[in-house]
């Protein structure tokens, strides 16, 4: 690891700044990684110290240089981390694709993420394969919330919470497809909920196929 200079701090805002303007986001850990030829964990390790410093505000996500706070101003700097399935439970690895901006006054404020939904058993929900879906960071959820629920075997999956069943001592998630699963439940002794869905960001093009 190079040693730690003023020099390099600013390349990293340049580069950020740089990549902000081209992308109107900021880069991921990667990028920059790739970018400046410094390993990813020196990197995060900049990043902090400078988040320290004041040289730009970083909380383990977005990246936001003195510059792109002036340009960001009305807007959420969202991290697209990978992909859920809309189906059976898998197994997701969680990891930063890139970082969107989204503007405050269609979405809100609050600590989101976005994913890609991946499968069919959500589609009467709006939800399809393909589509980015807007999570809440939260620990808590309503009966009838669309959830990212992880089970006592760490699997993942994005579905409708309908609540705790007392007869059976299982918590109850469902499928939104009729047409291919009608009446599909799945149960499972406990529950974590890891956010709640609030909107779906789709492609109009692929939209268009499937009238088409």
Known sequence: MRTKSRELMNEIIRFVDDYAVK???SPSIRTISDGIGL????????LKEMSENGMLTYDGFSIVTPSMGAMSAGYLTVPVVGSIHCGEPGLEEEYIEEYIRLPESLFGRGDFYLLRAQGDSMEDAGISEGDLVLIKRQQTASEGDIIVALDE?????LKQYLGFDSASSRYVLSYRNEKTYPGERIKVRSLAVQGVAKHVIKSLSSQERAVG
């Open 23 to 25: 992308k109107h986001t």
């Open 39 to 46: 390993a990813k964990s020196s990197v995060q390790s900049y």
């Open 153 to 157: 075997n760490s699997e993942n999956t």
